[in-house]
């Protein structure tokens, strides 16, 4: 399982960018994907999952509304649209895999089964 996550970058407050995650290794019906986040000082948190298996998604309440998660099973690819950012967003960005058929997960990580792909620094100006 391999995960190459990019897209990262310097945005001003309002702007918009789009996170790419590029998996290898397994199968969409048998991994949930997932984007995380942490920013300095802070635990780690969930921020949006995607499950092709059951079809759900998840959102974490302060991004619902500005941030779209989707996937291209062609491209083995999961995005994340980020549009009217803000400077609470800053973070490292982490795509992950989890061993669920679900998104139930996001809300408190994939624990030991999750596997990790790199970072992607995304920082927003006020």
């Known amino acids: 399982v391999q995960l190459q996550a990019s897209g990262g970058g310097l945005v001003q407050a309002g702007g918009s960018l789009r996170l790419s995650c590029v998996v290898s290794?397994?199968?969409?019906?048998?991994?949930?994907i997932g984007w995380f986040r942490q920013a300095p000082g802070k635990e780690r948190e969930g921020v949006s999952c995607?499950?092709?298996?059951?079809?759900?998604?998840y959102y974490a309440d302060s991004v619902k509304g500005r941030f779209t998660i989707s996937s291209d099973n062609a491209k083995n690819t999961v995005y994340l649209q980020m549009n009217s950012l803000k400077p609470e967003d800053t973070a490292v960005y982490y795509c992950?895999?989890?061993?669920?058929?679900?998104?139930?997960?996001?809300?408190?990580?994939?624990?030991?089964?999750?596997?990790w792909g790199q970072g992607t620094l995304v920082t927003v100006s006020s």
């Open positions: 992950v895999a989890a061993g669920f058929l679900s998104t139930r997960w996001c809300l408190t990580g994939p624990g030991d089964f999750g596997s």
């Open positions: 290794g397994f199968s969409f019906d048998d991994y949930a």
């Open positions: 995607i499950s092709e298996n059951d079809g759900s998604t």
